[in-house]
């Protein structure tokens, strides 16, 4: 591939780091328990080389052994050398002036990378200071540039400003600031986009693209997301339990992959708009068509259509949503006019991007956010003005689950202790009918019976999400909140979860709110699909239509963000969305 020239390390187009036979283990309980073994690769200059594999496959920690970030149990043997200096083994002042200059690290969360207590400016700063001769005011002046670089707005204000004030975007951009400060020639992003809406993630992704052109820099994308692999990568190493199954090029891996273990990873992945081309090709045309040209009908409109044999279960008419006044925060409307309807047995899909208001709606839809204007009915409950003890008899028509199992679940009781508790408080089972409704629960989301008497701290994320599931359906509610249920998963979980979520709604009939901003986990499950833009819904439609037919700017935009696990056709994507922001002017 074709890279920029100046770049200062040596080897221009030769290889940055050289990684062989890198092995990391931990010491536990007197034993050392391997995390990779003989793990070997190269990353050329202007090269992406993505390292992929589910959670616990060693891609980060083998990564995280080439800077010493290891815990203090971990060790690291073999060999990586960064333009020919060996890192493995390197401590203290050595390994300080490569840190930040050399190599730099994009951490997957940078709420918790960055330092809360410092400002944004602060910490780029000293970065710089660390490592060059400069002045306070060169360095805030090359802190801005920086900013200004990764877009963010207003860089002379956000400069003073600390990460909990900036948007998860805004947080990762400001970490890519401080990773390029130094123009390091190898750049290691560990799950840089994972917690990102799709168009966000979509401009992160243009920006390291056009850093790696720019500073010719190598670097090693950290992901489970094939859509992004598909986006970035030039070669990729696949990792399963320890050890590399297969490396190739993008093309050879996703055209041609080899090891079982890569074509299972990719089956796995949601191809967006697969569905609705399978649909479109079923039915016998090309693709979907839009069979009304007038404007996108109003969800006002859509909520007094649905009469009839279609029982509604849940009614929004011109709703507000508000949360009240904080100190010097005024009142802030997070829902404006919004209105929609959802029918028994129905799956309807809320997607927008982080702020868009979705969130707020699910947390009134189960009664944790008043309603301060318009019209909401859920199960027949009317919940304007409602209070706390109104709302107990709607505590068991309606569940939710949460995007996080591992915080929604009581880290003290055991699982089968959190499944059984709804039960409890509600229908008054005790004792041996208990036990037994809550092992029926656990065959329902297919864990072991005996998973019942393990905390969520012994699962993996996918059985929390599991009991999660199971503690929502506990009380066989007609309606179910899904916020973001899958979103921290892996891919092949992911999966799983979906194929369980849809045989439960198959079977009990519920309907379902999925709230989520991964369009193609929507694509799958939903019959109909709201987006939501700054409070209010802008655009809805069955699937099918949203998905092949968008007719809202703002769908378009998000639609043609959505990555998917081609390298051709992301090409192709890449382009479209291009043209649509030129177009409209709007990132």
Known sequence: MSTTSGASAPGNGGPVLEVEDLSVSFYVDGDWYPATVDVSYTVNRGEVLAIVGESGSGKTQSSMALVGLLPSNGRATGSAKLHGNELIGLTGAPLRRIRGKEIAVIFQEPMTAMNPVYTIGFQITETLRSHFIMSPKE????????????????????????????????????????????????????????????????????????????????????????????????????????????????????????????????????????????????????????????????????????????????VAENLVLEYPKRGNQPVFRAVDDVSFTLRQGEVMGLVGESGSGKTTIGRAVVGLLPVAGGRLEVAGFDMRGAKAKDLRPLRDKVGIVFQDPGSSLNPRFPVGESIGEPLYLHQKLRGKQLQKRVEELLDSVQLQREFRNRY???????????????????????????????????????????????????????????????????????????????????????????????????????????????????????????????????S
């Open 139 to 314: 360095a805030k002046a090359r802190a801005i540039e920086l900013l200004t670089m990764v877009e963010i707005p207003e860089p002379e204000r956000r400069f003073n400003a600390f990460p909990h004030q900036l948007s998860g975007g805004q947080r990762q951009r400001a970490m890519i600031a401080q990773a390029l400060a130094c123009e390091p020639g190898l750049l290691i992003a560990d799950e840089p986009t994972t917690a990102l809406d799709v168009t966000v993630q979509a401009e992160i992704l243009k920006l390291m693209r056009d850093l790696r052109e720019r500073i010719n820099a190598g670097i090693v994308l950290i992901t489970h997301d094939m859509g992004v692999v598909a986006d970035m990568a030039d070669r990729i190493v696949v990792m399963q339990q320890g050890r590399i199954v297969e490396t190739g090029t993008a093309d050879e891996i996703f055209h041609r992959p080899q090891h079982p273990y890569t074509q299972q990873l990719l089956a796995a992945v949601p191809h967006f708009g697969s569905v609705v081309a399978q649909a479109a090709a079923d039915a016998g045309t090309e693709q979907y068509q839009v069979t009304q040209p007038e404007p996108t009908p109003t969800a006002a409109t859509e909520a007094v259509d649905r009469t009839g044999a279609e029982e509604l279960v849940l």
């Open 456 to 586: 969520p701290h012994e699962l993996s994320g996918g059985q929390r999400q599991r009991v999660g599931i199971a503690r929502a359906l506990a009380l066989q509610p007609r309606l179910l909140v899904a916020d973001e249920p899958t979103s921290a998963l892996d891919v092949s979980v992911q999966a799983k979860v979906l194929d369980l979520f849809q045989e439960l709604q198959r079977e009990h009939g519920f309907a379902c709110l999925f709230i989520s901003h991964d369009l193609g986990v929507v694509e799958i499950l939903a019959e109909r699909i709201a987006v939501m833009h700054f409070g209010k819904i802008v655009e809805l439609g069955p699937t099918e239509q949203v998905v092949a037919a968008p007719r809202n700017d703002y769908t378009r935009r998000l639609v043609s963000a959505v990555p998917v696990p081609d390298p051709d056709e992301q090409r192709r994507r890449r382009a479209e969305r291009d043209r649509l922001i030129q177009q409209s002017g709007v």
